[in-house]
């Protein structure tokens, strides 16, 4: 697992360095960059599969449960969540292999974590949390921190 979960990670820096980047600067996640991620994602778990790490089932299960879970915090929070960051949460919970509802929740735990530090960050620069923050940040930190966690928890002891 540790050398699918160490090609996931370089995937998600380089994918996610240009993602981040456009949404601090513009609040603003393109539908052209979600679709060639998502494309690279697919690719990967295609050949992921073929060599026996993971299932298609599973990946596509953990893209669902992940959009089912933020379109309900979309809906429920009155959009203060945006819809490129409802749209890269499946792709980020398909390239992080979840694999039950457990991880689920410990990944948006860990990107929730991420996400006040981020507004943390916001407020010291702006001085107030009126202002919208962007999210593509903790989504993709977070998920490169429970990918870390994973490859960390896989090295000898």
């Known amino acids: ?42 690719a990967i778990k295609i050949i992921e599969s073929l060599l026996g790490f993971t299932t298609l089932i599973r990946v596509f299960q953990d893209a669902a449960w992940a959009s089912a879970l933020f379109l309900a915090i979309y809906w ?12 890269l949460a499946p792709i980020l919970a398909a390239l992080a292999g979840l ?11 860990i990107i929730w974590a991420w996400g006040g530090a981020c507004a943390f960050f916001s407020v010291l620069k702006w001085r107030t949390l009126h202002r919208r923050i962007a999210f593509a940040p903790a989504l993709i930190a977070g998920t490169v921190t429970y990918l870390a966690m994973g490859i960390s928890s896989s090295l000898p002891q």
């Open 99 to 109: 694999g039950s509802i457990r991880e689920l929740m410990i990944w948006v735990c």
């Open 76 to 87: 429920l929070s009155g959009s203060s969540l945006g819809a490129g960051d409802v749209k």
């Open 1 to 42: 697992m540790s050398h699918s979960a160490s090609f996931d990670l370089l995937l998600l820096v380089l994918a996610g360095v240009p993602i981040v980047l456009h949404d601090l600067r513009h609040h603003l996640i393109t539908n052209s960059s979600l679709r060639r991620f998502a494309s690279a994602v697919l």
